[in-house]
């Protein structure tokens, strides 16, 4: 991001760049940053944009070695084409004859950096993947957009939001809009604040239905099950789910009785730095042979629905209710 970021403000752009990984708000950002800054936005004889699996790559060779029309530039833009996960030799071997005269920016879901294409881009411009941020810099970032308006927001409340959101930026500047239109006449935001607005994601709502499953709250776990299948969660989903948060407990009791830290934590069981504490506080609700057990008869059940053995709506009512059961 900083070479992007550099070319920018030195005007010194390479002839081809691929952005590329899982954090697509970040993508969207500088693939706009570059369009911006490579022609002008009314300039639409020199621009061309090309999405989907279907691109023929000599077309794109053509409108390359095309001269721009009174123009400096000639931007190409092209979108998820797979040419990084399948072999397209063409471009492979065109990429160190571009022209100075053409600009080539991909932007791309998947990659494989074995690939030709891959390292011809890599070699000759600019190969930046955009992955998931870390929690101090969705802080800081998240900050910086409350200082320009003039809001404050406590550590806690902060973490609270967090929870809600998840980490995809996309995700958080959406609740990040809402909160702040609710709070439009407000100095510092509040954790009533978050509640009212900010929507929590399905595996937020996963989170609260195993603590409502480890505090033997049956009537509240079965209730928020049916919340889900109201907004059209695919049972099957929503047991993969089930299991996986059973397997994250699981992982974090056993990396806690042997003394790992928490960012290690963190890192193995994949969730955020900021979530470690409350999934230990959760994990504290089950024994290790309840969550072993329980990732067991998950899987068992998952088989059954597939095969046809149990309907996928009851298999999971089963899981719920056994484990919610007051012992």
Request: proline share 2%; glycine share 4%; hydrophobic share 40%.
């Given at each position: 991001m ?15 760049y691929?952005?590329?990984?899982d954090?697509?708000?970040?993508k969207?950002q500088y693939?706009?940053k570059?369009?911006?800054?490579l022609?002008s936005p ?33 931007l ?18 065109y990429i160190?004859?571009?022209?100075q005269?053409?600009?080539?920016v ?9 690939g ?10 600019c ?8 929690e ?29 959101t ?11 809009e ?9 100095g ?19 989170f609260d239905m ?5 505090k033997?709250?049956?009537?509240l ?7 889900l ?25 056993s990396?806690k ?9 963190a ?20 024994t ?8 067991t ?7 059954d629905s ?7 709506r ?5 899981l719920?209710i056994?484990y919610?059961?007051h012992?």
């Open positions: 900083k070479t992007i970021d550099e070319d920018i403000r030195t005007r010194q752009f390479k002839n081809t691929l952005l590329y990984g954090e697509n708000y970040l969207q693939k706009n570059l369009k911006n800054a022609i009314d300039d639409t004889m020199n621009y061309s944009y090309y999405e989907g699996n279907n691109i023929n790559p000599l077309e794109l060779i053509d409108v390359a070695q095309t001269m721009p029309f009174f123009a400096e530039r000639r190409i833009l092209i979108e998820d084409s797979g040419f990084f996960k399948k072999s397209c030799e063409e471009l492979a071997d160190p004859e571009i022209p005269t053409a600009y080539i991909f932007v791309e879901s998947e990659i494989d950096k074995r030709r294409l891959y390292k011809a881009v890599n070699k000759s411009g190969a930046v993947e955009f992955g998931a941020q870390d101090q810099l969705l802080i800081r970032w998240i900050l910086g957009r409350l200082k320009k308006e003039n809001k404050k927001i406590t550590q806690s409340v902060m973490q609270l939001f967090l929870t809600k998840g980490t995809d930026m996309g995700n958080i500047d959406k609740e990040l809402k909160l702040l239109c609710y709070t439009l006449e407000k510092v935001i509040e954790a009533e604040d978050v509640e009212a607005v900010c929507t929590s994601q399905i595996s937020n709502r996963i195993v603590n409502a499953i480890g033997r709250q049956q009537k776990a079965l209730s928020l099950y049916y919340d299948l109201a907004l059209k969660e695919q049972p099957m989903r929503i047991l993969y789910l089930i299991n996986r948060q059973f397997r994250i407990l699981m992982d974090l009791k990396m009785n042997a003394g790992v830290d928490a960012k290690t934590m890192a193995k069981a994949g969730i955020p730095p900021f979530a470690v504490k409350r999934n230990l506080e959760q994990a504290a609700s089950f290790m042979e309840e969550l072993k057990q329980a990732l008869e998950g899987a068992e059940l998952e088989t597939k095969t046809g053995k149990m309907i996928d009851i298999a999971v009512e089963m719920i056994r919610s059961a012992s």
